[in-house]
Structures are given as structure tokens and as C-alpha cells.
């Protein structure tokens, strides 16, 4: 099983440009997550896709949008990157009521 | 507020037992995790205890739930060198008809022989 698939794994960005992360599930999980991981901060929650058709704010949205394209496919997109957008971003899926969440290997974005 | 919280790093030897402690705040979490990440990967869930209980027991795994502090650990017995990860607690808060996991910065435990 695949479970949940990031990409890319890597990425370098100027300042201003814009990119797309892609995140695929699986697993017919209705509720998926995107997170980004800072050294110190452990993980903050960007958005969020209770299910399909519906996406909402988590903690630290602005710099980003998401799309839910359908149950399978959440993807998060950096519009005009930014230096503070330095991080390693992870997508995560779980069935909706339940909070074991199944994550991504990650992406680590850096914007110069 | 939501806030959780960790020690950094822990160093144990091989064999040692490993106490790994989190402070929550929210005092309505319905259960409590812990996630394991291992170098270049992702979080994976190792244990959760659900908030009405004290004590959970897992093979090596002893989680530990004290809600009147508001303090949770993650005991390891014989900690092995492929217990080297950062472990990180979590709350679970709901958000009407959401559940919010919220992290803690994660711990790193280095194993040494």
C-alpha cells in the first residue's frame, strides 16, 4: 500500500515564485491535512479537507491556498513564495471522526 | 489556550528505560497521542490513550495519563538504538465536528551504546 504519497520530496524556490505540493491518498480516507514542520515548533496545522468539496483554515493559512480536487487528491499551493515559507510541509489523511492520522514522507521547501 | 509541550532531547544507553514527559493544556481532549518520526520521514502514530484511562501498556510502550496536571509520558523499556526518533505528543481538540490534533515540538531521543 502507497498510504499517502507527497510530491515533490525536494524543492528550491526564489522569492515570488509559485509552486504546487501534491498529495494523494489511498487509503478512502475523507479528511485530509496539511501541516509544516519548523525546527522547535513541532507541527502547525495550514489547512484542513473535512471531506470532499469542503476545505477550512487551520492555524497558519495565509501565504497559501489548497484544493481539494476529490477524495483522493489535496494539494497546497504557495502563490508568491516567501523565506519564511522555508519548511518541511507534510500532508496527512485520516477517516473522518477518527484522529489517527496517516502521514506523507514531506517536502522540504526552501525559498531563497 | 491549546498549547503542548516537550523537552527537547533526551540521551539514554541501549538498554535503559526512556521517560519521555508532555504538558497539555486543554483540559477537554478526548485522547491523547504519541507519534514517532524517524530521520526523512513522516509522523506515525505509536500509542494514544484515551483521557478517561491512567495507565496504557504496550509491549515496551507504558503510556502514563494524569489529567489533574494535565501531564502525559511515554515510558520505553529497554530502549533500543532503533528507538532513535523524534517522538511527539499530541492533544486531540474538538472544533465542531472537527477533531484538532495539536503538537508538541517533538523530542529527540538518541540511543547510544
Known amino acids: 500500500n502507497a498510504g499517502v504519497t507527497q510530491t515533490p520530496k525536494f524543492q528550491v524556490l526564489k522569492t515570488g515564485q509559485s509552486m504546487t505540493l501534491q498529495c494523494a491518498q489511498d487509503m478512502n480516507h475523507n479528511s485530509m491535512y496539511w501541516y509544516r514542520q519548523d525546527p522547535g515548533m513541532g507541527l502547525r496545522l495550514i489547512y484542513y479537507?473535512?471531506?470532499?468539496?469542503?476545505?477550512d483554515k487551520g492555524e497558519v493559512p495565509n501565504g497559501y491556498n489548497v484544493s481539494r480536487l476529490n477524495k483522493r487528491e489535496f494539494s497546497l499551493r504557495l502563490e508568491s513564495a516567501a523565506p519564511s515559507q522555508t519548511s518541511v510541509y507534510f500532508c496527512?489523511?485520516?477517516?473522518?471522526?477518527?484522529?489517527?492520522?496517516?502521514f506523507g514522507q514531506g517536502t522540504r521547501l526552501t525559498v531563497v | 489556550g491549546e498549547d503542548v509541550e516537550q523537552s527537547l532531547f533526551l540521551s539514554v544507553r541501549e538498554g535503559d528505560s526512556s521517560v519521555i514527559n508532555c504538558t497539555y493544556t486543554d483540559s477537554s481532549s478526548t485522547y491523547l497521542y504519541w507519534y514517532k518520526q524517524e530521520p526523512g520521514a513522516g509522523l506515525q502514530l505509536l500509542t494514544y490513550i484515551f483521557s478517561n484511562m491512567d495507565m496504557k501498556q504496550d509491549q515496551r510502550l507504558t503510556v502514563l495519563l494524569n489529567k489533574k496536571d494535565k501531564h502525559l509520558s511515554l515510558r520505553i523499556a529497554d530502549t533500543q538504538t532503533g528507538d532513535s526518533a523524534i517522538y511527539f505528543c499530541a492533544e486531540s481538540i474538538g472544533t465542531g465536528g472537527y477533531n484538532k490534533l495539536i503538537f508538541g515540538a517533538g523530542t529527540r531521543l538518541a540511543v547510544h551504546p
Open positions: 479537507s473535512a471531506s470532499e468539496g469542503t476545505t
Open positions: 496527512a489523511s485520516s477517516e473522518l471522526g477518527t484522529d489517527e492520522a496517516f
